[in-house]
């Protein structure tokens, strides 16, 4: 790779299987209201601040009010809708693409265990992993493939959201695999505790990029209409450098 990869702000390349079934069930429930602005706008903040589209684009409400059309007229014309198209390949999640059979689901196994959650629905787990090219933590698209080390170690092939083939690259399960870090609302901060590890967006002047950092410092203050104030004094995993930010920047490790 020969330049640093952007995960601020990529082009918005569709809704997450999640999205589409909610969209999905409110199209089947009531077709009154569904492509008012109002209506479409409220839905695009909903997706925008859920923890699924944490470092993706934004939705903007016209994508939404476009979905709805399209799938109006597909109804129209007895179209199968996008839902039951992929009925099937929503039982594993788009990150799931390892081949070996029971080899590649014991290493899936593993991977849930990390983030630690009990999931139901497959479809809903999220990743982010490091890259070895600048230590950076960018979201998982999918995993391609797994391999086993000289040393024992499994490592899988991924190909990092918004990026082609030739940004794929295998990396450590243990050590640069893990579940998608949440961004902090702003009620949340007192969960930032000193000392504690967080995924902090580092702003550049020409790029912003996710790096692991731990909390040196925090001044606390009084919330206002904007939302928390605080002042959080952070120092960089990958290269040490300091800087204060505000919770914006911040996201919750999964572990």
Not at 30 to 51: D, M, P, T, V
Not at 134 to 150: E, I, K, N, Q
Not at 182 to 187: D, G, K, L, T, V
Request: charged content about 30%; some cysteine.
């Amino acid at each position: 790779m020969d330049r640093l990869r952007p995960r601020q702000r990529p082009v918005f390349s569709g809704f997450t299987k999640a999205e589409i079934e909610k969209m999905e069930k409110l199209f089947m429930e009531s077709r009154e209201l569904l492509q008012s602005k109002e209506f479409c706008q409220k839905l695009a903040r909903n997706f925008s601040s859920s923890s699924g589209r944490a470092g993706k684009p934004i939705v903007k409400w016209n994508e939404v009010q476009n979905w709805f059309t399209t799938r109006q007229q597909e109804s129209e014309v007895k179209v199968p809708s996008v839902t039951n198209t992929y009925k099937d390949e929503s039982r594993l999640p788009q990150t799931c693409l390892l081949n070996d059979g029971d080899q590649s689901c014991q290493i899936l196994k593993g991977l849930v265990a990390k983030v630690g959650e009990k999931v139901l629905d497959l479809s809903e787990l999220e990743f982010e992993a490091k890259s070895s090219t600048d230590g950076a933590w960018y979201d998982v698209d999918m995993f391609l493939s797994h391999r086993v080390t000289s040393s024992g170690e499994t490592e899988v092939c991924v190909r990092f959201v918004g990026f082609g083939a030739e940004e794929d690259e295998w990396v450590n399960v243990k050590k640069a695999v893990r579940g998608l870090s949440i961004p902090f609302e702003h009620s949340e901060c007192c969960k930032v505790m000193v000392g504690g590890l967080v995924l902090c967006l580092q702003e550049r002047r020409d790029q912003s990029i996710h790096y692991d950092a731990h909390v040196l410092e925090i001044e606390r203050k009084t919330h206002d209409i904007r939302g928390c104030r605080c002042l959080f004094f952070i120092r960089y995993d990958h290269d040490c450098s300091e800087e204060t930010v505000r919770l914006r920047r911040l996201c919750r490790v999964l572990g």
